[in-house]
Nanobody, 117 residues
């Protein structure tokens, strides 16, 4: 059974940092494009960052310069380092995996990030 499990969310004050992890199991995701998305209450899910199988990265403008995505293929894990957090970063964060580079087929269950002002 293929699974993505996020962890590392929590409550942090504005200006603080968190590191999210997304551990994959059931298959090797080393060649997959891995993405982080988030959904705030009452809002649509939005793209945050992605990393390709060869390490190319892309970020949403809202997080560029503050967030960093990385991966450890040996551990089958993707990370999202979040610095200088703002209250508007509050959301449930999801990781996802895409084999084709277009559709994200596998999704985690999400981890809550709450940033207090």
């Amino acid at each position: 059974q293929v699974q993505l499990v996020e962890s590392g969310g929590g409550l942090v004050q504005a200006g603080g940092s968190l590191r999210l992890s997304c551990a994959g199991s059931g298959r090797t995701f080393s060649g997959y494009r891995m993405g982080w998305f988030r959904q705030a209450p009452g809002k649509e899910r939005e793209f945050v960052a992605r990393i390709s199988g060869i390490g190319s990265t892309l970020y949403a403008d809202s997080v560029k310069g503050r967030f960093g995505i990385s991966r450890d293929s040996v551990k089958n894990t993707v990370y999202l380092q979040m610095n200088s957090l703002k209250p508007e970063d509050t959301a449930v964060y999801y990781c996802a995996a895409s084999e084709t580079g277009t559709e994200y087929k596998y999704w985690g269950q999400g981890t809550q990030v709450t940033v207090s002002s």
